[in-house]
């Protein structure tokens, strides 16, 4: 299609599988680490994903679905009653504004530190191998810890984490659910054959090691029509602790979106690149080859512009787009998109933490 049409298309509605959206928009998932301590949310995030509603779909902040799962402090979780009725004030105030939402369901593996865990454990890991780098506990930042090895037969408890999960999201009243497979977290730290060493039926060949996600994705379809599910995959990321890629992302992570288009899910979310940095793929790795595998709808992911989104739907590479940091101060990115106004740029410092400061005080545009 040309240009102007993709352009056109961008801000006209679309269908994600059963999701029916009002442009191809999407706010990417972002953490603003605002939650309690219990990993609540409330009025604070109702009104904050509210402000956010003309996006075509809102994909929430990942989501701890158990205690285990978390792996900084101030996440929200998705486990508890408490939490559920937090999420349903976002999910109607959303609703009120026109919108869509959907739940990330997030489990960080290794990724997370005992101080964050039931009654100071280590955080569970395909294999015993520590990442790199620093997270977030109510001390401040501390080195991530080292994790165990998750038992073979400890793997259904964490099926079941994801399901009790799922059902709460639907109790909460999103609109669907996004599995996060991504990001070097626990699903993606079993993809991988630099963080998986196991020797059961979850590790060794490709088959073995993208098992797991396979088996969450096939559970959650029991709460939801595969229509409202949808799945996050980073092949070429190496965020949370400086991951090493997998030694063959093409045959790994092919194999794994084969897999998944037996279950016909409304979408693959694809960080392009390194997340929240480089598009650049390291020699060998093509992500559009991976994209042209799966059958459904594709999000792409990670440093667009207008200009990139327009090209890439131009080429029909992209059904829509994920914008992340932009929509943090520009509340009504759609309508600045679409009208050509220049965007505010958030600082840093307003990502992460804190209050209604650099969440809720961006103004839109005047009518
Ligand atoms: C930034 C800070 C903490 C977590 C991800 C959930 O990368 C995250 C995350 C991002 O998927």
Redesign the pocket.
């Known amino acids: 299609m040309t240009d102007n049409k993709a352009r056109t298309d961008l801000f006209s509605p679309a269908r994600l599988g059963a999701l029916d959206l009002s442009n191809r928009i999407v706010m990417a998932?972002?953490?603003r680490?605002r939650a309690t301590d219990d990993g609540l949310v409330g009025d604070l995030q109702a009104t904050y994903y509210a402000q956010r509603a003309s996006a075509g779909l809102i994909i929430a902040?990942?989501t701890n679905i158990s205690m285990q799962g978390r792996?900084?402090a101030l996440?929200p979780g998705i486990w508890t009653d408490e939490q559920v009725a937090g999420w349903k004030k976002v999910t109607d105030a959303v609703h009120a504004e026109g919108g869509k939402i959907v739940s990330?369901l997030?489990h960080?593996g290794r990724y997370s530190h005992n101080d964050l865990q039931p009654n100071g454990q280590a955080p569970v890991a395909p294999s015993a191998i520590k990442a790199e780098g620093d997270t977030?506990t109510n001390d401040g930042m501390v080195p991530v810890a080292m994790p165990r090895a998750l038992e073979t037969d400890e793997i259904p408890g964490i099926v079941a984490d994801y399901v009790r999960a799922a059902e709460n999201a639907k109790r909460a009243g999103f609109d669907g659910i996004e599995v996060?497979s991504?990001?070097c977290?626990l699903l993606d730290q079993f993809i991988r054959d630099s963080t998986n060493k196991r020797t059961d039926r979850y590790g060794g060949s490709i088959e073995n090691r993208t098992r797991l996600t396979q088996e969450v994705v096939e559970a959650v379809l029991g709460v939801w029509d595969a229509g409202s599910v949808g799945i996050?995959l980073?092949p070429a990321s190496t965020?949370?602790g400086n991951t090493p890629l997998d030694s063959d992302v093409m045959a790994t992570y092919g194999h794994l979106i084969r897999q998944l288009n037996r279950f016909n899910l409304a979408y693959l979310h694809t960080v392009e690149g390194v997340?929240?940095g480089a598009r650049q793929m390291p020699e060998g790795i093509d992500l559009d080859v991976l994209r042209a595998e799966f059958k459904g709808a594709y999000i792409g992911n990670n440093g667009y512009d207008l200009d990139l989104a327009i090209a890439r739907r131009a080429e029909s590479k992209i059904n829509a787009v994920a914008f992340g940091r932009p929509f943090i101060a520009n509340p009504d990115l759609v309508e600045r998109l679409r009208n050509g106004v220049p965007l505010t740029d958030a600082p840093r410092e307003t990502?992460?933490g804190g209050g209604e400061a650099g969440l809720t005080d961006w103004p839109k545009l005047a009518a």
Do not use: D, F, K
């Open positions: 998932p972002l953490t680490s902040e990942a792996g900084y996440t990330q997030w960080v977030y996060h991504a990001n977290y996050r980073s965020s949370a997340t929240g990502y992460y």
